[in-house]
T-cell receptor
Framework: SAVISQKPSRDICQRGTSLTIQCQVDSQVTMMFWYRQQPGQSLTLIAT?????????ESGFVIDKFPISRPNLTFSTLTVSNLSPEDSSIYLC????????????????FGNGTRLTVT | DAKTTQPPSMDCAEGRAANLPCNHS???????VYWYRQIHSQGPQYIIH???NNETNEMASLIITEDRKSSTLILPHATLRDTAVYYC?????????????FGKGITLSVRP
């Protein structure tokens, strides 16, 4: 399975600032996915990031708040802008695990996430 | 909107089999059943997936009913390290869209 490295693993940020989270994969992948997990909750998909095109955002998430970059097939960043305490969550990057299936049924492989606390 | 329903929690004794149920009564013909688990402070871990046949791998077995409206994840010999939230997810195979929609999952507690 692909090895996913997320940086930072955790951070404490002040209200009104921004945090950029990096996701590095050790192999080339077509699609990368960004999820959010609020305290005590399940995971919610923020957006899908394809290399060479604009990210596709899920309902309730907008580019101005969560800009995403995907400069190549092994790297992506998620920025959480204008932070408020409600943004305190774990943010997770994931990619398809093509070793365990085809592009139509491959499972996702997740990093360990970035734990963000906004004060 | 999760398409699955799972009990909120269950427990089992260490060394015994853990059978985790999942209902997916509205599953479509081209949707796979996936199971993931999330151990505290870690990202979700893929366990197994299947379409209609039962599946087994080094981690678990997946039993899907003939009508595909429910499934059971079986951990044959649960250990304390299997304590986690287990998510049952259905996902269409059509297109190259691997979008997963997580529900609340079931919290499995393995007791000594």
């Amino acid at each position: 399975s692909a090895v996913i490295s997320q940086k930072p693993s955790r951070d404490i940020c002040q209200r009104g600032t921004s945090l950029t989270i990096q996701c590095q994969v050790d192999s080339q992948v077509t699609m990368m996915f960004w999820y959010r997990q609020q305290p005590g909750q399940s995971l919610t998909l923020i957006a899908t990031a394809n290399q060479g095109s604009e990210a596709t955002y899920e309902s309730g998430f907008v580019i101005d708040k969560f800009p995403i970059s995907r400069p190549n097939l092994t790297f992506s960043t998620l920025t959480v802008s204008n932070l408020s305490p409600e943004d305190s969550s774990i943010y997770l990057c994931s990619v398809e695990d093509l070793d365990r299936g085809t592009s139509y049924n491959s499972p996702l492989h997740f990093g360990n996430g970035t734990r963000l606390t906004v004060t | 909107d999760a398409k699955t329903t799972q009990p909120p929690s269950m427990d089992c004794a260490e060394g015994r089999a853990a059978n985790l149920p999942c209902n997916h009564s509205t599953i479509s013909g081209n949707e796979y059943v996936y199971w993931y688990r999330q151990i505290h402070s870690q990202g979700p871990q893929y366990i197994i997936h299947g379409l209609k046949n039962n599946e087994t791998n080094e981690m678990a077995s997946l039993i899907i009913t003939e009508d595909r409206k429910s499934s059971t994840l079986i951990l044959p010999h649960a250990t304390l390290r299997d304590t986690a939230v287990y998510y049952c997810i259905v996902k269409p195979s059509a297109g190259a869209n691997s979008k997963l929609t997580f529900g609340k999952g079931i919290t499995l507690s393995v007791r000594p």
